[in-house]
Each structure stands twice: as structure tokens, then as C-alpha cells.
């Protein structure tokens, strides 16, 4: 397109933008390819997008004040790609201010285009209009969100020791966010119950909506239960970002049913104080359930803790002693809840990610007929991809090898630290040594060309998996979780850089780069954690249990290069007794590069130790396999034979397989 083409272009661009002809605006400019669009008209192609958004083609919205608050985000993704362009450009500043005062409904990012734009044009009165209105905006927030110890202050003064639903509050602003609206459902004038909203805000980036009147209501729980203080309980679901919570919008099941599940949940036991809410419980109507609205299949639920909050958000404590217990309504599929009945909930959990459960999706695959498509693998720690795509979704002035820094900061620690598993030691032994003598390997490389951009905790032995589970795998419910923690380092370092939205924010951590100094940082950090991590999580050290009867005897398998933890009876280990019964269970995945999965007995450990199996808490333990083998060495032919294996040893010194029948018999 030549400069006469493009001046006409912008000319009719221009006529349609003011008779609110946004589409043809939109259609008119996506039609040239856009390596060839130039700057000029992709900010008008932003600027189209963003009054489609707000105001629709022939001012359909008038002002009703609703927006789309997808093609908003992708009007300011467009901004992000001229960035380097329009930082000096009133015009760009301008579109970014009304941008992301509309996408994200908060003054503050605003506010910083908004001066910029009146810095660059101090004459604009527009500009100086939009400079007052988010300084409104500000101050309006401000006043909503209190100094959060001034507020609980207040609320402590204001409330009585009896006052329930006062402490509910406080609870629910300290741990969930502070709201400022609120549903309010008398349907049932006996049971009064209001639901509060809390809006998309960092480390949560979706709405959580909560209870507050639930827990005046005593559920019935049997005596022996009653240490467990479950009897009060309030209930809340997370929304998606774009979510419609209006009132109009509330009307139309599609955006309404949530709120009517989490209502429904919430009546039962105030209806009925026999029904007793807790953690997993399973809720469904009939048989096979209803689907919960037209446009999804989820049909029941289960309540779990509200884990992405952290574990103190799980329960309120009142002046009284009792509790008052948050559970999250996670709508299921069918299958779903099938499955949890027959398998239990930690069976359901461990088809997926927790992320994929916790914010409301009408259509997110089904945990259990969709187990291949969503490819959960519970032994990885962190992938390249997810840093990709965020790098790719939200423009990050960044390369893609950023993606890659915290897992080289992590796996480096874990090599100087030997917490290595020794199949991942046998395979690239020459990088771990390399790291360790400080050659200045770029582990980025590394895990991107070898290691397929992953980290797994079956790179690490039973201490390093045990830490990389608890602090890596971005369990939020821990008070520690690495990913968080870079973040937080990052926002630190780049205090008063302008966050165009709430999910650039959260991505703070890939601007951590690739430096000695944050090595050192990182490394630090990590040294606290994994010393908090052994004092308060890690029991039942299996290098604590040391096999005396191998003491003295020679190395057999000293070439081994698969786990080296096995399970064995002190008859074995101490006594140095022969082994007769080798069992090989599957371990969990998680742990598959340290314990081997053998457990090992003598075969007499009833006559020693008694009958029944009280002896495998005190005369069983991890133990090395390679001790084990030094005491018995007729055992290493049988090391890699697969998961379900069990030989016993016969009177005749032959090994036979044992099969288990349905009714535990065993059968040569």
C-alpha cells in the first residue's frame, strides 16, 4: 500500500469511526497483512477495537456501561505491539489510558498513560479530563480499601464476641479480598443469605464471590466428630475475569447459574442442619444429576478447601473457640463424580492440575474422559510453554530464553546441593559436575535441548523431590511457593514500572534475568525455604536409617543407575537375615526417581515381630539398595523386573511369582 492508498484509507476510517461503524473499521485494515500495516493503522485498528468494545457498531450499547472485555485486552495487546513507537506519542498514551481504565476497571495503570498523555500534550483538555477522573477513581478506591489493619481494627472494635458474621467479614477481607459488592437473597425471609463480590486482583485474576450468613446455622455433626469443629461453614466460587455480574445479566441462566449453584449448596444445611458440609463432600440432584444451565454439562459438586488462598483461609477462628470452615464449590461432570465416589477425591484430584478446577469454566474438559487430552503429568514441576506463551500472549519486552531462567536457577541450586536422583546423576553426570565446579554452565540450554523444557521431580532424590513438591509445583496453599516468591523479587526491582493488567503483573517474574546477582539472590532464597522446608514438612529421613548388617561387606552394584531408595524390614537390614519375599509396588509418580519401589522382607517377620502389621511402622524403613544388595546379592537379578512383581523364595532355593487372587490368596 502506497502513502496516497493509505492516507484515503485512514480518511474513510475516520467517516466510519464517527458514525460508530467499528466492524467496518476493524474488517477494512485487518484486510492488509499486517506486516504491512504500519503504526498509524494499527492504533486505529486498537482504537476500533476498544469502542467496538465499549460502544458497539451504531451505539447498540448506548449507555448500558456494558463491555467486552476480551476484545478491550485485544486492543491493548495491539497498543503493546507499537510500544516502542507510541511511548512519545500523545495519541498511543491516550488509547492506552481509556484502554485499560475499561479492560481492568482500575484508575491506577490508567493513571499513568493519563499523565503521560497530559506531560506530552499539557494543552489537551481531554487529557487533562482523564488526569482528573482516574485521581476520582483513585481516591474512590482508596476510601473502599481501607489500610487493611485500620480495618480490622475497626471491625474488632464494631464487633461482639457473639457477632458471627462480623468476624466472617474480617476473615473474608483478609484472606480473599476486599469486596465492595454485594448479592442479597432473601428468597427464604428465614434464612437471609448475601453473597459478596470480590473483583480480579493480583495472584487472583478472576472474581471470587463469597457467603456470609451460612454460618449462623449449626450443622449437626456426630459427637466424636465434634473436636473437628465443622459445624459452621460458609461456601465461594471463583468467576472468570469477563464473567457478566450485572444485574440485567444475572437475569440470563448462562451468567446466573453459578450464583443459583452456590445458593442452592448454601440452603441445603441451613434447610436442613442434618446435611453436614465438609471438605469433599459430593452434591448432585437425582441419579445422574441436571446439567446446572443450557450451554454446560456440569451437573454436581464438591466442596475442597479453598487451597489457591492459602491454608490459613481454610477456617475462621471465633472468640468462642469454634470455626467457621470456607469450602470451594467446584461444579463436576457426571463422570466426574462417579469417578470421585468410587475412587475417592484424591484419586479425582490427581487427573489434573488443581488451576484446572479452580476458577469456573462451562466447558473445560472432563477430568475423567478427557485425562489424554489434558496429558497431566503430576511429576512436572515447570514447563518452558506456559512462560512461552505468556511471553507471546502479553508482549513481554523480553526473549524467549527468559522462559528458562527460574527452572536454571532452581536446577542449579539442586545440583550444587546434590539433591540429584541417581538415574538423573547416571545420565548427565558431566553437567552436574560442570555446575558444581563452577564452570558457568547456561542451564537454559540445557533444559531446553535436553531435558524438553521441563522439570520433574524424578530428577531429584528424596529430599530434593519431597521440596520441589512443596515449594516448586506452585501449590499455592503452602505460605511459600517459588514462582511467587520470584515474582515478588521482580515487582521489588521494578517498583513504578506501569503494569498494563493484572496477568502482566503476575508475570513479573520472567523480567528476572539471567545474571550472577540473581543467581546469588535466587540461591539465597531458596537455602531459607528448604531449611524452613526441613523443619516444619520433611520426616522420616531415610539416610537416618543406616543398614548395619551391610557394614563391612563389598560394593555389588556399584554401576546402578536406577533409584536407590527400596523398603525393608529390620530383619533384612539389621539382622542381615536373607531375603525370601521381594514385592515391587508402583510408587507415586512423583517419587519414581528416588524410590525404586521394591520392599524386601525376611518372610519371618510375624515370628519376630508378632502378627498382623504394627511391625511395619517400627521394624520397617527406606532403606539404600545397594546395602540391601550387599547383604543379600542373589536379589540384583530381579531389580528391573516391572512394577507388580512379587517372587518369593522357595524351601527348595528356587524363586517362584506369587499371584494375588481376588481374595488375597497366593498361588505359585
Same mark, same amino acid.
Given at each position: 500500500?502506497?502513502?496516497? *492508498?493509505?492516507?484515503?484509507?485512514? *480518511?474513510?476510517?475516520?467517516?466510519?469511526?464517527?458514525?460508530?461503524?467499528?466492524?467496518?473499521?476493524?474488517?477494512?485494515?485487518?484486510?492488509?497483512?499486517?506486516?504491512?500495516?504500519?503504526?498509524? !493503522?494499527?492504533?486505529?485498528?486498537?482504537?476500533?477495537?476498544?469502542?467496538?468494545?465499549?460502544?458497539?457498531?451504531?451505539?447498540?450499547?448506548?449507555?448500558?456501561?456494558?463491555?467486552? &472485555? *476480551?476484545?478491550?485486552?485485544?486492543?491493548?495487546?495491539?497498543?503493546?505491539?507499537?510500544?516502542?513507537?507510541?511511548?512519545? #506519542?500523545?495519541?498511543?498514551?491516550?488509547?492506552?489510558?481509556?484502554?485499560?481504565?475499561?479492560?481492568?476497571?482500575?484508575?491506577?495503570?490508567?493513571?499513568?498513560?493519563?499523565?503521560?498523555?497530559?506531560?506530552?500534550?499539557?494543552?489537551?483538555?481531554?487529557?487533562?479530563?482523564?488526569?482528573?477522573?482516574?485521581?476520582?477513581?483513585?481516591?474512590?478506591?482508596?476510601?473502599?480499601?481501607?489500610? +487493611?489493619?485500620?480495618?480490622?481494627?475497626?471491625?474488632?472494635?464494631?464487633?461482639?464476641?457473639?457477632?458471627?458474621?462480623?468476624?466472617?467479614?474480617?476473615?473474608?477481607?483478609?484472606?480473599?479480598?476486599?469486596?465492595?459488592?454485594?448479592?442479597? #437473597? #432473601?428468597?427464604?425471609?428465614?434464612?437471609?443469605?448475601?453473597?459478596?463480590?470480590?473483583?480480579?486482583?493480583?495472584?487472583?485474576?478472576?472474581?471470587?464471590?463469597?457467603?456470609?450468613?451460612?454460618?449462623?446455622?449449626?450443622?449437626?455433626?456426630?459427637?466424636?466428630?465434634?473436636?473437628?469443629?465443622?459445624?459452621?461453614?460458609?461456601?465461594?466460587?471463583?468467576?472468570?475475569?469477563?464473567?457478566?455480574?450485572?444485574?440485567?445479566?444475572?437475569?440470563?441462566?448462562?451468567?446466573?447459574?453459578?450464583?443459583?449453584?452456590?445458593?442452592?449448596?448454601?440452603?441445603?444445611?441451613?434447610? /436442613?442442619?442434618?446435611?453436614?458440609?465438609?471438605?469433599?463432600?459430593?452434591?448432585?440432584?437425582? =441419579?445422574? &444429576?441436571?446439567?446446572?444451565?443450557?450451554?454446560?454439562?456440569?451437573?454436581?459438586?464438591?466442596?475442597?478447601?479453598?487451597?489457591?488462598?492459602?491454608?490459613?483461609?481454610?477456617?475462621?477462628? !471465633?472468640?468462642?473457640?469454634?470455626?467457621?470452615?470456607?469450602?470451594?464449590?467446584?461444579?463436576?461432570?457426571?463422570?466426574?463424580?462417579?469417578?470421585?465416589?468410587?475412587?475417592?477425591?484424591?484419586?479425582? +484430584?490427581?487427573?489434573?492440575?488443581? =488451576?484446572? !478446577?479452580?476458577?469456573?469454566?462451562?466447558?473445560?474438559?472432563?477430568?475423567?474422559?478427557?485425562?489424554?487430552?489434558?496429558?497431566?503429568?503430576?511429576?512436572?514441576?515447570?514447563?518452558?510453554?506456559?512462560?512461552?506463551?505468556?511471553?507471546?500472549?502479553?508482549?513481554?519486552?523480553?526473549?524467549?530464553? %527468559?522462559?528458562?531462567?527460574?527452572?536454571?536457577?532452581?536446577?542449579?541450586?539442586?545440583?550444587?546441593?546434590?539433591?540429584?536422583?541417581?538415574?538423573?546423576?547416571?545420565?548427565?553426570?558431566?553437567?552436574?559436575?560442570?555446575?558444581?565446579? &563452577?564452570?558457568?554452565? /547456561?542451564?537454559?540450554?540445557?533444559?531446553?535441548?535436553?531435558?524438553?523444557?521441563? !522439570?520433574?521431580?524424578?530428577?531429584?532424590?528424596?529430599?530434593?523431590?519431597?521440596?520441589?513438591?512443596?515449594?516448586?509445583? #506452585?501449590?499455592?496453599?503452602?505460605?511459600?511457593?517459588?514462582?511467587?516468591?520470584?515474582?515478588?523479587?521482580?515487582?521489588?526491582?521494578?517498583?513504578?514500572?506501569?503494569?498494563?493488567?493484572?496477568?502482566?503483573? *503476575?508475570?513479573?517474574?520472567?523480567?528476572?534475568?539471567?545474571?550472577?546477582?540473581?543467581?546469588?539472590?535466587? =540461591?539465597?532464597?531458596?537455602? =531459607?525455604?528448604?531449611?524452613?522446608?526441613?523443619?516444619?514438612?520433611?520426616?522420616?529421613?531415610?539416610?537416618?536409617?543406616?543398614?548395619?548388617? %551391610?557394614?563391612?561387606?563389598?560394593?555389588?552394584?556399584?554401576?546402578?543407575?536406577?533409584?536407590?531408595?527400596?523398603?525393608?524390614?529390620?530383619?533384612?537390614?539389621?539382622?542381615?537375615?536373607?531375603?525370601?519375599?521381594?514385592?515391587?509396588?508402583?510408587?507415586?509418580?512423583?517419587?519414581?526417581?528416588?524410590?525404586?519401589?521394591?520392599?524386601?522382607?525376611?518372610?519371618?517377620?510375624?515370628?519376630?515381630?508378632?502378627?498382623?502389621?504394627?511391625?511395619?511402622?517400627?521394624?520397617?524403613?527406606?532403606?539404600?539398595?545397594?546395602?540391601?544388595?550387599?547383604?543379600?546379592?542373589?536379589?540384583?537379578?530381579?531389580?528391573?523386573?516391572?512394577?507388580?512383581?512379587?517372587?518369593?523364595? &522357595?524351601?527348595?532355593?528356587?524363586?517362584?511369582?506369587?499371584?494375588?487372587?481376588?481374595?488375597?490368596?497366593?498361588?505359585?
Amino acid at each position: 500500500m502506497n502513502q496516497a *492508498e493509505e492516507a484515503k484509507l485512514l *480518511e474513510q476510517i475516520e467517516r466510519w469511526n464517527d458514525v460508530d461503524e467499528f466492524s467496518r473499521c476493524i474488517d477494512a485494515i485487518e484486510a492488509i497483512p499486517e506486516q504491512e500495516r504500519g503504526y498509524l !493503522l494499527t492504533l486505529k485498528l486498537s482504537r476500533a477495537y476498544s469502542n467496538l468494545a465499549v460502544l458497539s457498531d451504531n451505539s447498540a450499547h448506548g449507555e448500558d456501561g456494558e463491555v467486552d &472485555g *476480551e476484545l478491550l485486552r485485544h486492543a491493548i495487546r495491539l497498543l503493546e505491539s507499537i510500544r516502542s513507537q507510541g511511548e512519545n #506519542d500523545p495519541y498511543w498514551n491516550a488509547r492506552m489510558g481509556y484502554s485499560c481504565l475499561m479492560a481492568y476497571s482500575s484508575a491506577a495503570t490508567a493513571y499513568e498513560y493519563a499523565k503521560r498523555w497530559l506531560a506530552l500534550a499539557p494543552d489537551d483538555p481531554d487529557a487533562q479530563k482523564l488526569v482528573l477522573d482516574c485521581e476520582k477513581y483513585l481516591e474512590e478506591e482508596k476510601a473502599l480499601e481501607l489500610d +487493611l489493619q485500620e480495618r480490622t481494627e475497626i471491625i474488632r472494635e464494631e464487633t461482639p464476641d457473639d457477632d458471627i458474621l462480623g468476624f466472617v467479614r474480617l476473615h473474608i477481607d483478609q484472606y480473599f479480598g476486599v469486596y465492595s459488592e454485594m448479592i442479597h #437473597d #432473601d428468597s427464604d425471609p428465614e434464612y437471609p443469605l448475601d453473597i459478596v463480590i470480590i473483583a480480579p486482583r493480583l495472584e487472583h485474576d478472576y472474581y471470587t464471590l463469597v457467603t456470609i450468613g451460612l454460618s449462623r446455622c449449626r450443622m449437626n455433626f456426630p459427637e466424636e466428630r465434634r473436636e473437628e469443629k465443622l459445624e459452621r461453614a460458609e461456601l465461594l466460587i471463583n468467576l472468570p475475569r469477563d464473567w457478566k455480574l450485572t444485574k440485567a445479566d444475572c437475569r440470563e441462566e448462562r451468567w446466573s447459574w453459578p450464583i443459583r449453584m452456590l445458593l442452592a449448596t448454601a440452603r441445603f444445611p441451613m434447610e /436442613d442442619p442434618e446435611v453436614g458440609l465438609e471438605s469433599r463432600t459430593t452434591l448432585m440432584e437425582g =441419579e445422574d &444429576g441436571v446439567p446446572f444451565a443450557k450451554d454446560t454439562d456440569l451437573r454436581g459438586a464438591i466442596l475442597l478447601w479453598p487451597g489457591p488462598f492459602g491454608q490459613d483461609a481454610f477456617a475462621c477462628c !471465633l472468640p468462642d473457640g469454634e470455626e467457621v470452615n470456607f469450602y470451594q464449590v467446584i461444579p463436576l461432570y457426571r463422570e466426574e463424580i462417579q469417578y470421585k465416589l468410587e475412587r475417592g477425591a484424591d484419586a479425582l +484430584l490427581d487427573l489434573c492440575p488443581d =488451576e484446572s !478446577l479452580e476458577v469456573i469454566d462451562p466447558h473445560r474438559l472432563n477430568v475423567v474422559t478427557d485425562w489424554e487430552k489434558i496429558g497431566y503429568d503430576p511429576a512436572e514441576m515447570d514447563n518452558a510453554e506456559t512462560h512461552l506463551k505468556k511471553i507471546q500472549d502479553l508482549h513481554l519486552p523480553v526473549n524467549e530464553l %527468559a522462559a528458562y531462567n527460574l527452572m536454571a536457577f532452581y536446577l542449579g541450586w539442586t545440583m550444587k546441593r546434590g539433591q540429584m536422583s541417581n538415574p538423573f546423576l547416571s545420565r548427565y553426570r558431566e553437567v552436574v559436575e560442570a555446575v558444581r565446579s &563452577g564452570e558457568g554452565l /547456561d542451564l537454559r540450554a540445557f533444559i531446553r535441548d535436553e531435558l524438553n523444557g521441563k !522439570l520433574s521431580t524424578q530428577f531429584f532424590d528424596r529430599r530434593g523431590s519431597s521440596f520441589a513438591q512443596w515449594y516448586a509445583q #506452585d501449590n499455592r496453599s503452602n505460605p511459600y511457593v517459588y514462582r511467587r516468591d520470584c515474582r515478588n523479587i521482580a515487582l521489588a526491582g521494578l517498583e513504578g514500572r506501569t503494569w498494563s493488567s493484572i496477568a502482566e503483573e *503476575e508475570a513479573a517474574y520472567l523480567f528476572l534475568s539471567y545474571t550472577e546477582q540473581n543467581r546469588w539472590s535466587i =540461591e539465597q532464597l531458596l537455602d =531459607e525455604r528448604f531449611e524452613a522446608f526441613l523443619k516444619t514438612e520433611f520426616v522420616d529421613d531415610p539416610e537416618e536409617r543406616v543398614a548395619q548388617a %551391610a557394614k563391612g561387606k563389598p560394593a555389588v552394584i556399584s554401576d546402578w543407575d536406577g533409584p536407590l531408595v527400596c523398603y525393608a524390614s529390620d530383619r533384612v537390614a539389621q539382622d542381615g537375615c536373607k531375603v525370601r519375599l521381594i514385592d515391587r509396588l508402583f510408587p507415586e509418580r512423583e517419587d519414581m526417581g528416588w524410590e525404586s519401589g521394591w520392599a524386601l522382607y525376611s518372610g519371618d517377620e510375624d515370628e519376630v515381630y508378632g502378627e498382623g502389621n504394627e511391625y511395619y511402622k517400627s521394624h520397617c524403613g527406606y532403606y539404600d539398595i545397594r546395602d540391601i544388595c550387599r547383604i543379600d546379592p542373589d536379589i540384583i537379578p530381579f531389580l528391573n523386573l516391572p512394577y507388580g512383581t512379587t517372587q518369593m523364595l &522357595g524351601e527348595d532355593g528356587a524363586w517362584y511369582e506369587v499371584i494375588d487372587e481376588d481374595e488375597g490368596e497366593e498361588e505359585a
